[in-house]
């Protein structure tokens, strides 16, 4: 692959320095113009059976096929007969998973991917694994009571991207500087996911492992494929809604449509609230001055939340600008007037190329923590995961051409 390295350093290292695979891919030519399976749900794929003269159970051995049983060919879906896979074949129909390109690991063990974008796309996805989940999770009533962990990678996060590049121009954010490449198909953000799952041998239904769909964009900005893609994961691999949380920078009426989504299908929502009141709040996240914090707040009431289920309001903490103890007794109090069962997650700022913030001192995320804790509200730190390789929150940004 001719790879191209934009040198990126952090902490003294270059980010191709953790560079420990790059797969090359072969099969460039013959995919041309054949059509993908991976993406489609069972009333599509019904129509492709149909296509093919093949009764409508054919549907559901495709499904169970390429999302429970992760095959990435067709010729190894054994359950269709050997003659429908060679006409399918003919037919220039292909299971078309996204493939990882690219994989950075980091000395924490997190590994960031750069998978493919689907056929006819240059533009690479990015995919974080934590082994270890961030703590992000903590105290939102996803954990089960006497859970225990199994393996090393019992609470494993995958952080999963809907969008390259975003639109929405966060200060703070290094993703904002891509400006908006383009969405992501629902095949591509659940084709992350399952794709992760089984490099990582994921037993779905035995092995726990949480989803944040808190990689690159706005998925309200991208709202029909970021819930389809929800909705493959859950009705067709197996994954619970209750083990996702979709994080949203404030966007009204994706936050209104979400709302009337049925739980069996609904993640967990954060809000990223990341500044003590409107007037810093515009400062650092412009989308304010069209949707202030009493507006966004309005449309997270609508949700329907499940029983110990929290909102999680996310906070990063950008050194003299949002993190000083009078912010914290700020957020505090805007916490709890919103009257809703909330927690607070805090991220240290991960800084990044060009862009005009500070970290906060040491100590001073656990200060800010302390004061909203003495205040009531369930606070909880994000330990940063991947800074390393770039793969921290808010650091997401193509750095190879794919
Ligand atoms: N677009 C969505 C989801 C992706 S960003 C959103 O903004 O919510 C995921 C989280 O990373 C957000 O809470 C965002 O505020 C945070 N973030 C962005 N840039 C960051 C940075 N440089 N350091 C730490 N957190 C950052
Ligand atoms: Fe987009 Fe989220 Fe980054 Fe803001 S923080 S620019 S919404 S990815």
Not at 132 to 147: I, K, L, N, V
Not at 260 to 270: C, D, F, G, I, T
Not at 375 to 382: A, M, S
Request: proline fraction near 5%; glycine fraction near 10%.
């Amino acid at each position: 692959m001719a790879a191209q390295h934009e040198k990126m350093h952090y902490a003294g290292r270059s980010v191709s320095e953790n560079v420990i695979q790059i797969v090359t891919r072969t099969d460039e030519q013959p995919d041309a113009g054949r059509r993908t399976l991976f993406g489609l749900g069972r009333t599509e794929l019904a129509a492709v059976a149909a296509e093919l003269g093949e009764p409508g159970f054919r549907a559901s051995q495709i499904a169970d096929g390429i999302y429970k049983h992760r095959l990435a060919d067709i010729n190894e879906i054994t359950t269709l007969s050997k003659a429908m896979r060679r006409k399918m074949s003919e037919r220039g129909l292909k299971v078309g998973r996204p493939e990882i390109l690219q994989v950075f690991r980091s000395v924490d063990g997190t590994e960031r991917y750069l998978v493919q974008g689907e056929s006819g796309s240059l533009q690479t996805v990015e995919t974080v694994w934590m082994p270890e989940g961030d703590e992000g999770e903590a105290g939102d009533g996803s954990q089960e009571e006497g859970e225990e962990a199994q393996k090393a990678w019992s609470r494993a996060t995958i952080c999963v991207s809907s969008q390259v590049g975003c639109a929405v121009n966060c200060q703070f954010c290094l993703t904002a500087k891509l400006g908006l490449q383009r969405n992501l198909t629902a095949g591509e953000i659940a084709g992350q996911v399952v794709t992760v799952l089984d490099r990582h041998g994921v037993e779905v239904g035995r092995e726990r492992v949480n989803l944040v769909f808190m990689g690159m964009g706005e998925p309200f900005l991208n709202y029909d494929n970021f819930m389809g893609a929800v909705r493959l994961l859950v009705e067709e691999v197996g994954l619970s809604p209750q083990r996702m949380t979709v994080s949203t920078s404030g966007i009204v009426p994706g936050i209104e449509r979400f709302a009337q989504e049925p739980s069996e299908v609904r993640p967990k929502l954060a809000i990223s609230l990341n500044a003590p009141n409107d007037e810093i709040r515009s400062e650092v996240m412009p989308l304010n001055r069209k949707w202030p914090i009493a507006a966004v707040v309005d449309a997270v009431r609508q949700v329907k939340l499940r029983p110990r289920e929290r909102i999680t309001f996310e906070y990063v903490l950008l050194g003299g600008v949002t993190d000083q103890p009078e912010h914290a007794r700020e957020v505090a109090r805007l916490v709890r007037r919103t009257g809703l069962p909330a927690k607070v997650n805090l991220i240290a700022w991960n800084p990044g190329p060009g862009i005009p913030f500070s970290m906060p001192q040491p100590g001073g995320v656990e200060a800010f923590r302390r004061v909203l804790s003495a205040e009531g509200v369930p606070t909880y730190l994000r330990r940063p995961r991947g800074r390393d390789i770039y793969a921290a929150c808010g650091q997401l940004k193509r750095t190879v051409e794919g």
